[in-house]
């Protein structure tokens, strides 16, 4: 697996490096898995080296709208 490397800064938490990297707060558990040494705790200390896992996120379905919605 690929990863990139991200140094946590204060006030980082799992959920937001989620959403910087994947677009979506609730993927962070890729993140944690590549990163064990972390786990349990609720953010990642300021200066820790994570591995960011190169995942692919799907994209969001399109909304198909009713023929009686105007927007």
């Keep these: 697996m690929e990863y990139i490397i991200y140094i946590a800064k204060q006030g980082d938490r799992w959920d937001t490096i989620a959403w910087q990297f994947y677009g979506d707060p609730y993927l962070y558990e890729p993140i944690l898995r590549a990163n064990p040494e972390y786990l349990g705790l609720p953010y990642p200390p300021p200066g820790a080296k994570l ?21």
């Excluded at 799907?58 to 009686?68: F, I, Q, R, S």
């Design 51 to 71: 591995r960011i896992p190169i995942i692919e996120v799907e994209d969001e379905p399109e909304v198909v709208k009713a023929p009686w919605q105007t927007e």
